[in-house]
C-alpha cells in the first residue's frame, strides 16, 4: 500500500460507502413492516387472514433490525470520520471487527482496516501529540 495517510483517506472512503450501502440496506426489514401492517389491515378476498399476532411480530421486529441495521451504519460512518482524522483507534479496530461479520463487503473492509491499523506507523499517527512542559493530568 501507499503512505500511511494515503492508507488511511482510502480506508475512510471506503468506510462511509459501506455505512451507505447499509443505511440503503435498510429497506429490507422495512418491507416486513409493511407486510406486517398488510397483515394486520389487509382485505384477503375469501381466505381467512392469519392471526393479529403475525403482523405485530413482523412490524416489531422488522422496525428492530432495521433500527439496528441504521446504527450499524451509524457507526461505520463514525469510524470513517475517525479514520480522516486519525482519532480513536480502538474505536475503529472494534468497528472494523464488527463489520467482518457483514460477508463480502464489510468482511473485506474489516480485514484491512485491521490490517492496516496494526501498522506501527499508523498507529503512531492516531497517539496525541506530545508537548514538552506540559502539566501531568489530573488524577
Known amino acids: 500500500m501507499g503512505a500511511p495517510r494515503d492508507d488511511l483517506r482510502i480506508l ?9 450501502l447499509a443505511a440503503v440496506g435498510t429497506a429490507i426489514p422495512l418491507l416486513y413492516v409493511g407486510m406486517g401492517v ?8 375469501g381466505q381467512a387472514p392469519p392471526p393479529e399476532f403475525v ?15 441504521l446504527g450499524y451504519a451509524a ?5 470513517g470520520r475517525c479514520l480522516a482524522r486519525t482519532r480513536h483507534w480502538t474505536f475503529v ?4 471487527g464488527l463489520s467482518c461479520a ?5 468482511t473485506v473492509l ?10 506501527p506507523e499508523v498507529k ?7 508537548t514538552a512542559g506540559a502539566a501531568p493530568p489530573l488524577s
Request: aromatic content about 24%.
Open 12 to 20: 475512510a472512503i471506503f468506510h462511509w460507502v459501506l455505512a451507505g
Open 38 to 45: 398488510f397483515f394486520l389491515h389487509g382485505k384477503f378476498d
Open 55 to 69: 403482523g405485530w411480530f413482523m412490524i416489531v421486529f422488522g422496525a428492530a433490525f432495521a433500527t439496528m441495521a
Open 75 to 79: 457507526l461505520v460512518a463514525y469510524a
Open 93 to 96: 479496530v472494534v468497528v472494523a
Open 102 to 106: 457483514f460477508f463480502p463487503f464489510g
Open 110 to 119: 474489516g480485514v484491512f482496516t485491521i490490517v492496516v491499523l496494526s501498522k
Open 124 to 130: 503512531a499517527l492516531f497517539q496525541p501529540p506530545t
